[in-house]
């Protein structure tokens, strides 16, 4: 249990030392750090730490989502907010091996769940009529999908295919791969881009991170064998839970 000494603002507020939310986050770091605050510990509700903190429940909001961000605080869904048990496990994925994030997941022994934010057919944006050879009046098959493990957001993930390969959106629940491998369609290559971007306020709340908090932005297109690109995937991947991994080999003259 904690107590309410802890969060009282003498000691940790210093006027001139930064963002109040940033003092906070590093004095509830230092605290878990130092055995203060124990594992498994549970944060007071947002509401009952604003007053504590004598601070608004936004900059308590910041303060908390900088430190799950830093893999030092878990929320649990309807929970709270629990010192974590455990260092949270940072993952490697490889650039160069075609699997989905459920296969990835199932791989390494952790249950992936996915919710659907978004499915059905819309108009094709010039950024999909590209890469998927579309005319600007085809329709495309387009499924938003929030993509978890262990309980914790990893991914945000914006898929899309042309109609004739997924006519129907709505079969896919949490393996999209899985519904193109019945059909015979999946892609057996992909061109991958990785960059690093700041989330804005939407996809940082979905993902349990601050605002303009960096991540990685991963935009793969698929091809079937044949070289048809079906499957245009635009995806943000939490930096701190993800490493991706890609080999290099030299070549031979």
């Known amino acids: 249990m904690t107590t309410p000494q802890i969060f009282a603002p003498e000691g940790w507020f210093r006027p001139g030392r930064g963002p109040r939310y940033q003092q906070l986050y590093r004095h509830i770091a230092a605290a878990i750090q130092s055995g203060l605050l124990a594992a498994g510990d549970q944060l007071p509700p947002e509401r009952d730490l604003a007053e504590m903190a004598d601070i608004s429940r936004v900059t308590v909001r910041k303060a908390v989502a900088e430190l799950v961000a830093e893999g030092l605080i878990e929320q649990r869904q309807g929970a709270g907010s ?8 940072r993952l490697e994925q490889s650039l160069s091996s075609l699997v989905s994030f459920t296969e990835n997941m199932q791989a390494r022994g952790m249950t992936s769940s996915s919710q659907v934010l978004r499915r059905g057919l819309f108009p094709a944006t ?14 495309a098959a387009r499924i ?11 991914a945000l993930e914006a898929s899309y295919l042309p ?10 629940e949490t393996s999209l791969y899985a519904v193109l491998r019945a059909n015979g369609c999946a892609p057996t290559r992909a061109i991958q881009r990785v960059t690093a971007v700041n989330l804005e306020a939407r996809d940082a709340d979905l993902l349990h991170l ?14 079937l064998t044949s070289g048809r690109p079906i499957e245009f995937t635009s995806g943000l991947y939490r930096s701190d839970i993800y490493d991706f991994v890609s080999e290099l080999r030299l070549d031979t003259v």
């Open 82 to 89: 629990f010192v974590r048990t455990a260092p949270a496990e």
């Open 126 to 139: 010039p950024q999909v009529v590209m890469a998927l050879g579309l005319s600007p009046s085809d329709k």
């Open 144 to 154: 938003d999908r929030l993509r978890s493990a262990g309980g914790a957001p990893m």
């Open 163 to 172: 109609a004739d390969i997924l006519p129907d959106p709505d079969l896919v």
């Open 210 to 223: 601050p605002t303009g908090a960096a991540v990685l932005k991963i935009e793969r297109t698929g091809y």
